[in-house]
């Protein structure tokens, strides 16, 4: 089933008047984007809510450091890849100025997830907008995902290794980053997530959103650079051929009418069904907070587990 809301034209006087608010607006919801929690030491359990969880680190080659994530697992202590019964994965992107541990130490998902049967492996992606970096020669975060995360994960654990069992999703800079691998690596993932995603992102920079577009600035450089250009969504969306459409993934979108991303989120559905991409767009009431997406994960989950079954 596809969810429609009601939606507004968004014309280019609009687009305008926002990008001239941005730096306003990012300096006020600064301090609600996403709280920061340490990091934890390889493979320490933790147990939140009963469910457990696991402290992992990766060498990483291409980021030429120890990379952590979290990784949860179907109500066992211990898994790994000789067990019999494999499982669909979900990849959670946290947001910018947060961390791998979010998704765990700020909703209930660990209880949520109890009605499931997924991995769940919640990556760091720094401040580094899930991108290979214009300007910092270690921060691959992209190609880190792509190359050395997900390999490790299929050989590590007992996951079901094809894209209709392997879905992405994040908040803000997160659910930015979910689209774009997407739309780049379709054959990689069968359902994106975006949860008020900072989908316009590269219209960002240090002028009109101050601390975040300096940010973004450092992800993909110059404004008229080609790094900029191809961590594009709308650019990408808007030059994609028809064919390349089909092999997408299914796009679960969705947005707080009070998020001050609202109207970037709207233009991008427009786009979204003007190239007949399948999805499904959700608004609620809501702003760019924790509240917010602690409901839109359980939201996910079941969506995620529909499209599994499918």
């Given at each position: 089933m596809v969810w429609k809301a009601v939606r507004v034209k968004a014309d280019k006087d609009h687009r305008m008047k926002a990008n001239k608010q941005l730096k306003i607006i990012f300096v006020v919801v600064a301090a609600l984007v996403f709280g920061v929690s340490g990091y934890g030491q390889k493979s320490v359990k933790g147990v939140t809510n009963g469910s457990p969880y696991f402290e992992e680190k990766l060498n990483s080659k291409l980021m030429g450091r120890d990379m952590p994530y979290r990784i949860i697992v179907?109500?066992?202590?211990?898994?790994?890849?000789?067990?019999?019964?494999?499982?669909?994965?979900?990849?959670?992107?946290?947001?910018l100025y947060g961390h791998y541990s979010n998704w765990t130490d700020k909703t209930k998902l660990t209880e949520y997830f109890r009605s499931y049967k997924f991995i769940i492996v919640m990556p760091e992606g720094g401040n580094g907008w899930y991108s290979d970096s214009a300007t910092a020669a270690a921060d691959k975060y992209e190609s880190y995902i792509v190359k050395e995360l997900i390999p490790e994960i299929d050989a590590k654990y007992p996951t079901?290794?094809?894209?209709?069992?392997?879905?992405?999703?994040?908040?803000?800079?997160?659910?930015?980053?979910?689209?774009?691998?997407?739309?780049?690596?379709?054959?990689?993932?069968?359902?994106?997530g975006s949860f008020s995603g900072a989908v316009n992102a590269a219209a960002f920079n240090e002028k009109n959103a101050g601390a975040i577009g300096k940010t973004v600035d450092a992800a993909f450089g110059a404004d008229d650079g080609p790094a900029r250009r191809s961590n594009d969504i709308f650019e990408m969306l808007?030059?994609?051929?028809?064919?390349?459409?089909?092999?997408?993934?299914?796009?679960?979108?969705?947005?707080?009418?009070?998020?001050?991303?609202?109207?970037?989120?709207?233009?991008?559905?427009?786009?979204?069904?003007?190239?007949?991409?399948?999805?499904?767009?959700?608004e609620h009431p809501g702003a760019h907070t924790w509240e917010?997406?602690?409901?839109?994960?359980?939201?996910?989950?079941?969506?995620?587990?529909?499209?599994?079954?499918k």
């Open positions: 179907p109500g066992v202590a211990n898994i790994d890849a000789a067990s019999k019964v494999r499982y669909p994965v979900i990849y959670l992107l946290h947001g079901i290794v094809d894209r209709e069992h392997r879905i992405i999703a994040g908040l803000s800079m997160g659910g930015y980053g979910s689209i774009k691998f997407g739309i780049k690596y379709p054959s990689m993932f069968s359902l994106v808007k030059t994609i051929s028809p064919d390349a459409v089909k092999g997408l993934p299914y796009v679960y979108l969705s947005c707080g009418t009070d998020d001050f991303l609202f109207q970037s989120n709207r233009d991008l559905d427009q786009i979204i069904i003007e190239k007949k991409i399948t999805h499904e767009y959700r917010f997406w602690d409901d839109q994960i359980r939201e996910f989950l079941a969506v995620a587990d529909r499209s599994i079954k």
